[in-house]
């Protein structure tokens, strides 16, 4: 079946540190790839998005790269901000959305000032 | 501009209470996704409706658990005999059509809601 691994949290980082958030996937076919971000007490926002290989989704100074090689699809910023605070997911569509998304278990995210 | 509703956002019951959670979808959207998300957890897909049809409702617990999308109104997910498990954030996402085949570049972005989290006592 499709499952979705992103390391594991907390992350804490300095304002204007670079971010990387490893993200995996196993699934069947040509899945498209997603990072929803979550603020506290808030729904999932969708943060950008890549539906195949090589592609590059990007929003808000967020990178993820569709590395169909290596399965993978890290999330990258290169200068974040306390405002970037939140928990990140990310998760896999593996065609027709007829069995929902697949979502990893999503790392959170602290910037200190 | 409307984004999918959900109500209540937060919903307090005592064990073998019935619970009853509501989603608006955005408007033109015939397509309703159920997610639970449990506490340090990512969200489980739990049932996936079109108006009037229940098309794949593999992630929905088989007892005490039921879902529908009516011609007219929400979608309403609803929990009888509900247990402290059941506490968790539950989140419904809409989108506006199936796609067509497992193309490379067939998916339908779902819309989150802000869900409700249900809490029993």
């Known amino acids: 079946g499709n499952s979705v691994t992103q390391m594991e949290g907390p992350v804490t980082l300095s304002e204007e540190a670079f971010l990387t958030i490893n993200c995996t996937y196993t699934?069947?076919?040509?899945?498209?790839l997603f990072w929803y971000v979550q603020y506290p007490g808030e729904g999932l926002q969708l943060l950008l998005k890549?539906?195949?290989?090589?592609d590059k989704g990007s929003n808000k100074g967020f990178e993820a790269t569709y590395r169909k090689e290596t399965t993978s699809f890290h999330l990258e910023k290169g200068s974040v901000q306390v405002s970037d605070s939140a928990v990140y997911f990310c998760?896999?569509?593996?065609?027709?959305?007829?069995?929902?998304?697949?979502f990893g278990k999503g790392t959170h995210l602290i910037i200190q000032p | 501009n409307a984004g999918v509703m959900q109500n209540p956002r937060h919903l307090v019951r005592r064990r073998g209470q019935e619970a009853r959670l509501r989603c608006s979808p955005v408007k033109g959207h015939s397509h309703v996704y159920w997610y639970r998300q449990l506490p340090e957890e990512g969200l489980k897909f739990m049932v996936y409706l079109q108006k009037e049809n229940i098309i794949d409702e593999s992630g929905m617990p088989k007892e005490r658990f039921s879902a529908e999308f009516p011609k007219e109104g929400p979608s309403i997910l609803r929990i009888q005999q509900v247990v402290r498990g059941d506490s968790a954030a539950y989140f419904c996402?809409?989108?506006?059509?199936f796609g067509q085949g497992r193309t490379m570049s067939s998916y339908n972005e779902q819309f989150f809601g802000p869900g409700t989290r249900l809490t029993v006592l």
């Open positions: 996402a809409s989108s506006p059509h």
């Open positions: 890549a539906t195949k290989a090589d």
């Open positions: 699934a069947t076919g040509y899945p498209s």
């Open positions: 998760a896999l569509d593996s065609g027709g959305g007829a069995d929902g998304l697949t």
